[in-house]
C-alpha cells in the first residue's frame, strides 16, 4: 500500500505526481546486444542460404530462414507486449530462444552432412571465434566477411553468435523474473495506482478539513475581537455623556 507523508498530505498534487505509472516503460530493443546479435544472424543465414543451399526443392532454406526472423522478431514483439505483460514477454522470449536453437542445430546439421569440421576447443581458431562473437554484436562488425568466408566459416560464426545470443537472453530473462517479483506485473501496478489515488484524495480531504477548521478558528477570533470593539465603543459613548 502506497502511504501518504505529512508533505504528500499539504500538497497533494506533488504525491499525485510520484505514483508510478501503471504501465511500464517500453525498451529500445534496437541497443541491447542479443537484439543486435539476431539481427546479424538473420542477415547472415539469408546470405548462406543464397550462397550454399539449394535455390529449389529444399525446405532447409526456409526453415533456416524463419528460424532466424522468428528469433528477431519475437524479442520485439515481446518488449512491445512487456510494456503491459512480463509474463507474455518472457514467452515471447522463450520462442525467440526456441527459433535460435533450431537454427543452431541447423547450421550443426550442415557441418554434419557435408563432413565439415565443427571446431571445438581443439581448432586454433576456436578462441579468436569466440572472442570476436563476444565483442561484436553489429551487422556492420559481420558483413564484411558474409562473401568472403568458406561455408564451414559461416557455419560456426553463426553456431557460435547462437549459443552468445541464447546465454544473453537467459541472463535478460532472469532480470525480468527478479523485477516481477519485487514489482509484481500490471494487477499490482493497477492496485498499487487505485490505492495511491485513493490517499491522494483522502489527503486532498483532509488538507481541506485542516484549512476549514483554520477559517473557524480565525471567523471565532475575529468575531471576540469585534465583540470587544463594541464594548470598547459602547463604554466610549457613556464616558462622553
Same mark, same amino acid.
Given at each position: 500500500? +502506497?502511504?501518504?507523508?505529512?508533505?504528500?498530505?499539504?500538497?497533494?498534487?506533488?504525491?499525485?505526481?510520484? +505514483?508510478?505509472? #501503471?504501465?511500464?516503460?517500453?525498451?529500445?530493443?534496437?541497443?541491447?546486444?542479443?537484439?543486435?546479435? *539476431?539481427?546479424?544472424?538473420?542477415? $547472415? *543465414?539469408?546470405?548462406?542460404?543464397?550462397?550454399?543451399?539449394?535455390?529449389?526443392?529444399?525446405?532447409? #532454406?526456409?526453415?533456416? #530462414?524463419?528460424?532466424?526472423?522468428?528469433?528477431?522478431?519475437?524479442?520485439?514483439?515481446?518488449?512491445?507486449?512487456?510494456? *503491459?505483460?512480463?509474463?507474455?514477454?518472457?514467452?515471447?522470449?522463450?520462442?525467440?530462444?526456441?527459433?535460435?536453437?533450431? !537454427?543452431?542445430?541447423?547450421?550443426?546439421?550442415?557441418?554434419? *552432412? =557435408?563432413?565439415?569440421?565443427?571446431? /571445438?576447443?581443439?581448432?586454433?581458431?576456436?578462441?579468436?571465434?569466440?572472442?570476436?562473437?563476444?565483442?561484436?554484436?553489429?551487422?556492420?562488425?559481420?558483413?564484411?566477411?558474409?562473401?568472403?568466408? @568458406?561455408?564451414?566459416?559461416?557455419?560456426?560464426?553463426?553456431? /557460435? !553468435?547462437?549459443?552468445? @545470443?541464447?546465454?544473453? $537472453?537467459?541472463?535478460?530473462?532472469?532480470?525480468?523474473?527478479?523485477?516481477?517479483?519485487?514489482?509484481?506485473?500490471?494487477?499490482? =501496478?493497477?492496485?498499487?495506482?487505485?490505492?495511491?489515488? =485513493?490517499?491522494?484524495?483522502?489527503?486532498?480531504?483532509?488538507?481541506?478539513? =485542516?484549512?476549514?477548521?483554520?477559517? &473557524?478558528?480565525? +471567523?471565532?477570533?475575529? &468575531?471576540?475581537?469585534?465583540?470587544?470593539?463594541?464594548?470598547?465603543?459602547?463604554?466610549? &459613548?457613556?464616558?462622553?455623556?
Amino acid at each position: 500500500m +502506497i502511504e501518504s507523508s505529512q508533505e504528500e498530505r499539504n500538497n497533494p498534487i506533488d504525491a499525485a505526481a510520484m +505514483i508510478d505509472t #501503471v504501465l511500464r516503460k517500453e525498451k529500445n530493443w534496437e541497443s541491447l546486444h542479443f537484439y543486435q546479435k *539476431t539481427v546479424v544472424l538473420y542477415q $547472415m *543465414t539469408y546470405i548462406f542460404s543464397q550462397r550454399f543451399l539449394p535455390k529449389y526443392g529444399d525446405r532447409t #532454406v526456409d526453415q533456416m #530462414v524463419q528460424a532466424a526472423r522468428s528469433g528477431k522478431q519475437n524479442i520485439v514483439e515481446g518488449m512491445a507486449d512487456g510494456v *503491459t505483460s512480463t509474463e507474455l514477454e518472457l514467452k515471447l522470449l522463450n520462442v525467440a530462444r526456441a527459433s535460435l536453437k533450431e !537454427l543452431k542445430e541447423d547450421y550443426e546439421d550442415y557441418i554434419l *552432412t =557435408r563432413k565439415l569440421q565443427r571446431w /571445438s576447443k581443439e581448432h586454433p581458431r576456436y578462441g579468436p571465434l569466440l572472442d570476436f562473437c563476444r565483442q561484436h554484436n553489429k551487422q556492420e562488425n559481420y558483413e564484411p566477411y558474409y562473401y568472403r568466408w @568458406t561455408d564451414e566459416e559461416m557455419a560456426n560464426v553463426a553456431i /557460435s !553468435l547462437c549459443h552468445f @545470443t541464447d546465454k544473453m $537472453m537467459m541472463s535478460y530473462a532472469h532480470y525480468l523474473e527478479k523485477d516481477f517479483i519485487e514489482n509484481g506485473g500490471i494487477r499490482e =501496478r493497477m492496485t498499487a495506482a487505485r490505492l495511491g489515488y =485513493r490517499n491522494i484524495q483522502r489527503a486532498t480531504i483532509e488538507a481541506k478539513d =485542516r484549512e476549514i477548521l483554520a477559517l &473557524k478558528t480565525e +471567523i471565532d477570533s475575529l &468575531k471576540k475581537e469585534v465583540n470587544s470593539l463594541k464594548k470598547e465603543i459602547e463604554s466610549l &459613548k457613556k464616558e462622553k455623556r
